[in-house]
């Protein structure tokens, strides 16, 4: 393995370990060498509605060809320790009409670009998939067309440079404005620089004009304990955990109140830490002092934040994430094509969120919010959000 994964990822003894050990893997490798049509969808299954009426996936995952390929160059097999998946639009439409999804709004996932040594290589690669995204799904051939939005990768590396936040500022301004992409996706971090730090400022404040929506997935942290356990597990949500803290505290919310911030898997911890992670903050002192309740409880900027349901449809955190932000702050998500082995049938991709949410709210949680958010995409589905 070269730049990013070499950095990050398990040692090859650990690895064995996993594809061993690790039933998911197993299941995700199977699936990569046998990318079979599962079953058409059981219509008496309860689902929001076919497409005109169904759920927006906010977080999933493309991978073309030409994508894939470099990384299979690079030596990157893995990704979060489990092996790449095969993807396609195909696929992706096929996932969505089983799943009584309308619209996916796709994104790249770690490595990012951050795999490419090379400044200028990684620019060339974050052009051609955002490209992709905009001419190939947003804008695609008649069975694709109001089926996807995109999240634009930018050509940031493991190591962030002035050049690269550059590169990343112009990109950023393309991708939004003249591909007509529905926001931007970053990661946590980047080589153990997270967000909030100031080398990300001029693209901060870029992201702030364009009023954009910003993804905010996990990568591998560049130093972690070794359980033997994969770091999608529970890394990635701490590493999602440290980047909103770290922004919070960085004054990120308050400079650029422009932007929208939407954290993968339910943010992470940060739900559940989220009292804990503002005590230095000025908003929760005065209910700690007077045994107050309520919204003091944790940082307004915290409660502004929106979040996904990919991997956390269960109660156990979609109750903590309604409980600080509400449910006008959750969107619907599948992290797909990665959780391939969860998603084998057809039918409610996420029966647990009715655990949560209640019938209004959870059609808001799978629709409306991302309807609301997203404005671009709702008028290419020929809908108002409300």
Same mark, same amino acid.
């Given at each position: 393995?070269?730049?990013?994964?070499?950095?990050?990822?398990?040692?090859?003894?650990?690895?064995?370990?996993?594809?061993?050990?690790?039933?998911?893997?197993v299941?995700? =490798?199977?699936?990569?060498? $046998?990318?079979a049509?599962?079953?058409?969808?059981?219509? !008496?299954?309860?689902?929001p509605?076919?497409?005109?009426?169904?759920?927006?996936?906010?977080?999933?995952?493309?991978?073309?060809?030409?994508? /894939?390929q470099?990384?299979?160059?690079?030596?990157? *097999?893995?990704?979060?320790?489990?092996?790449?998946?095969?993807?396609?639009?195909?696929?992706?439409?096929?996932?969505?009409?089983?799943?009584?999804?309308?619209?996916?709004?796709?994104? *790249?996932?770690?490595?990012?670009?951050?795999?490419?040594?090379?400044?200028?290589? &990684?620019?060339a690669?974050?052009?051609?998939?955002?490209?992709?995204?905009?001419?190939?799904?947003?804008?695609?051939? !008649?069975? /694709?067309?109001?089926?996807?939005?995109?999240?634009?990768?930018?050509?940031?590396g &493991?190591?962030?440079?002035?050049?690269?936040v550059?590169?990343?500022?112009?990109?950023?301004?393309?991708a939004?404005?003249?591909?007509?992409?529905?926001?931007? #996706?970053?990661?946590?971090?980047?080589?153990?620089?997270?967000?909030?730090?100031?080398?990300?400022?001029?693209l901060?404040?870029?992201?702030?004009?364009?009023?954009?929506m910003?993804?905010?997935?996990?990568? !591998?942290p560049?130093?972690?304990?070794?359980?033997?356990?994969?770091?999608f597990?529970?890394?990635?949500?701490?590493d999602?955990?440290?980047a909103?803290?770290?922004?919070?505290?960085?004054?990120?919310?308050?400079?650029?109140?422009?932007?929208?911030?939407?954290?993968?898997?339910?943010g #992470? $911890?940060?739900?559940?830490?989220?009292?804990?992670?503002?005590?230095? =903050?000025?908003?929760?002192?005065?209910?700690? /002092?007077?045994?107050?309740s309520?919204?003091?409880?944790?940082?307004?900027?915290?409660?502004? @934040?929106?979040?996904?349901?990919?991997?956390?449809?269960?109660?156990?955190?979609?109750?903590?994430? /309604?409980?600080?932000a509400?449910?006008e702050?959750?969107?619907?998500? !599948?992290?797909w094509?990665?959780?391939?082995?969860?998603?084998?049938?057809?039918?409610?991709?996420?029966?647990?969120?009715?655990?949560?949410?209640?019938?209004d709210?959870? @059609?808001?949680?799978?629709?409306?919010?991302?309807?609301a958010?997203?404005?671009?995409?709702? =008028?290419r589905?020929?809908?108002?959000?409300?």
């Amino acid at each position: 393995m070269t730049g990013a994964e070499t950095e990050n990822a398990p040692s090859p003894g650990r690895r064995r370990l996993l594809k061993a050990a690790l039933p998911l893997a197993v299941a995700t =490798a199977v699936l990569d060498a $046998t990318p079979a049509r599962a079953a058409s969808p059981d219509p !008496t299954v309860r689902s929001p509605g076919s497409r005109g009426g169904g759920r927006i996936d906010v977080h999933c995952h493309l991978l073309p060809d030409f994508y /894939r390929q470099s990384l299979a160059a690079h030596g990157v *097999v893995e990704i979060g320790g489990v092996p790449v998946p095969v993807w396609s639009p195909a696929l992706a439409v096929d996932f969505m009409d089983r799943y009584g999804i309308e619209a996916q709004v796709v994104s *790249v996932s770690e490595p990012g670009v951050t795999y490419l040594d090379a400044a200028a290589d &990684r620019l060339a690669m974050a052009r051609r998939l955002n490209t992709y995204m905009s001419r190939e799904l947003v804008g695609g051939s !008649t069975y /694709r067309q109001g089926r996807f939005g995109g999240f634009a990768v930018l050509p940031l590396g &493991r190591r962030v440079t002035a050049v690269d936040v550059g590169d990343a500022v112009v990109e950023a301004r393309r991708a939004v404005r003249e591909l007509g992409l529905d926001g931007v #996706g970053l990661f946590s971090s980047y080589g153990g620089t997270y967000l909030g730090d100031p080398v990300f400022e001029p693209l901060l404040r870029e992201l702030d004009d364009l009023r954009a929506m910003v993804f905010v997935h996990p990568v !591998t942290p560049s130093a972690y304990p070794d359980l033997g356990l994969p770091p999608f597990l529970y890394e990635f949500t701490f590493d999602t955990t440290r980047a909103l803290v770290n922004m919070l505290y960085k004054g990120v919310y308050e400079r650029h109140a422009r932007i929208r911030w939407l954290a993968a898997h339910a943010g #992470g $911890t940060l739900p559940y830490i989220s009292y804990r992670a503002s005590l230095l =903050a000025p908003a929760p002192e005065p209910a700690q /002092r007077f045994g107050a309740s309520g919204s003091a409880d944790s940082n307004a900027h915290f409660r502004g @934040l929106f979040y996904d349901t990919a991997l956390s449809p269960a109660p156990q955190a979609m109750k903590s994430v /309604r409980e600080l932000a509400g449910a006008e702050h959750v969107l619907f998500a !599948t992290d797909w094509p990665f959780s391939s082995p969860l998603f084998l049938g057809a039918g409610d991709p996420a029966p647990q969120l009715d655990e949560t949410f209640g019938p209004d709210e959870r @059609l808001a949680v799978e629709r409306g919010n991302a309807l609301a958010q997203f404005p671009a995409l709702a =008028a290419r589905l020929g809908t108002r959000a409300g």
